[in-house]
């Protein structure tokens, strides 16, 4: 069954039909990277994520319900379907995945939108831990955890962290197209067809056998202060990274979205570092970048009947290796759940460009290479329809003997070529250190 016809069929079904049951498990001490390892080594689909301040880690394992959807519906449809459910029984359910960034899937990629119900849930917020079973019932029939609880039971099961060679390969003339590309999209630029572009760059590593989720994981959480770490497996690859930007956070009738554009690298001591913030806030070119993004958010929102607020003027956001400019924008909901957001909204600028559609017909013309998650949005949907979407960034795609790392750069009118593929460079740091254990 394809996936549009997944989501049709549970949202044309009785409402009551389809019955999502939990209850809780007792499964003190368990440490969701470890449990992430052990469901890949299980060839289990899991999502993992945990927030920007470390306060609440999420795991999911296993699958009661996958919706999948492609197509410039793919959002509604997800959404539509996720509400025919009937959680009456299981109000902590949560729809976890991810939206890739392009409408249609692209070869060798995942479908253009892949949720599910795990069977198992671990939700850890500050010290308090909570583990729940969930399974479906159908008509007045008999809920069944056994399955969800051996999983559980196999789950707990160690594996241990190694540390795994890397080779870099980065196929030659890779530096010299993506700085052609770059040149190929100011030229665009300066004729008037586009304001904006973000173009993305790859880079290829080699392993000779798959590195360990957890250490990858641990690394990213200890060294990408103020970014969410995620991780989404399904079975055989594995998208993680440790995002700096928020695309929606719906909660108690609030929406915000965080606006993330104009980067520069940090400075090596205290005093390069903030002169190099303080030419960021003053730079032209990157507010310029950043008020197109700025604009967009605000028009999508107001484009749902909502009022949109936002500081005058953006901050720094510092991260380890980089610094942004950064706006928040805040929005009063009416009823909007997280999905209907996340349709208007992405791709915002920060990830596409300006105006959308052009820039999104540019990027499946030259790019070369399918972006599948990366700059789409991975996140959980809640019962209610609230929820977190986070744009997929500073990651990479896990496959058995090697990974793709991805980086992307917003090409504007005078932008350089090299000073591009150098800020590629900081942007994919972080993996790369990730990959080698910290080292």
């Given amino acids: 069954m394809n996936g549009h016809s997944v ?30 390892e052990r469901a890949h080594a299980r060839k289990e689909p899991f999502f993992l994520w945990q ?67 795990p069977q198992v849930l671990v939700d850890r ?35 241990p962290s190694r540390v795994v060679p890397l080779q870099v ?48 994981l641990r690394t990213l959480s200890a060294r990408e202060a103020d970014c969410r770490v995620f991780a989404y497996g399904d079975g055989r690859s594995v998208f993680l990274g440790a995002t700096p930007e928020l695309l929606c956070l719906c909660q108690d009738g609030t ?5 993330l554009a104009g980067s520069a690298p940090r400075g090596a001591d205290p005093a390069s570092d903030a002169a190099i913030g303080l030419s960021l806030l003053g730079s032209q070119k990157n507010l310029h ?35 942004h400019l950064y706006t928040p924008v805040r929005a009063q909901l009416d009823g909007q759940g997280i999905l209907p957001l996340a349709q208007a909204l992405h791709p915002t600028p920060a990830v596409g460009g300006s105006p959308r559609e052009p820039a999104l017909r540019w990027i499946a013309a030259h790019e070369g290479g399918a972006r599948g998650l990366f700059a789409g949005a991975v996140g959980f949907v809640d019962a209610r329809g ?22 992307g750069c917003g090409i504007v009118r005078g932008s350089d070529p090299d000073e591009e593929f150098k800020e590629s460079e900081v942007k994919m740091r972080p993996m790369m250190n990730a990959l080698r254990g910290g080292r």
């Fill in 386 to 407: 609230d929820g977190e979407l986070d744009v997929g960034l500073r990651s990479a795609l896990l496959r058995p003997h090697g990974a793709r790392l991805y980086a």
């Fill in 7 to 36: 989501a049709h069929a549970i949202r044309s079904r009785n409402a009551h039909a389809v019955r999502l049951v939990e209850r809780p498990a007792a499964a003190p001490q368990l440490d969701p990277f470890a449990l992430a």
């Fill in 289 to 323: 970048e950043h008020r197109c993004v700025v604009d967009a958010v605000r028009g999508a929102l107001e484009g749902l009947g909502l009022s949109a607020s936002a500081p005058p003027a953006p901050r720094l956001r510092r991260l380890a290796n980089v610094q």
């Fill in 51 to 117: 927030s920007a301040d470390r306060s609440r880690t999420l795991l999911g394992v296993g699958e009661v319900l996958r919706l999948t959807s492609q197509g410039s519906g793919r959002f509604g449809e997800i959404d539509a379907a996720w509400r025919a459910l009937d959680c009456s029984e299981a109000t902590d359910a949560l729809l976890l995945g991810g939206f890739a960034f392009f409408d249609a899937a692209q070869p060798g990629s995942r479908r253009a939108a892949d949720f599910f119900v």
């Fill in 125 to 159: 917020e500050g010290t308090i831990a909570r583990t729940l079973l969930f399974t479906r019932k159908e008509g007045a029939g008999q809920a069944e955890y056994s399955d969800a609880q051996r999983l559980l039971d196999a789950l707990r099961e160690g594996v």
């Fill in 255 to 259: 929406a915000r979205v965080d606006c």
């Fill in 169 to 216: 390969f980065d196929p030659p003339g890779a530096r010299r197209a993506f700085k052609a590309r770059v040149l190929a999209a100011t030229e665009e630029i300066a004729r008037g067809d586009l304001e904006k572009v973000v173009l993305a760059r790859t880079r290829f590593v080699r392993y000779p056998e798959f590195p360990s989720i957890a250490a990858v």
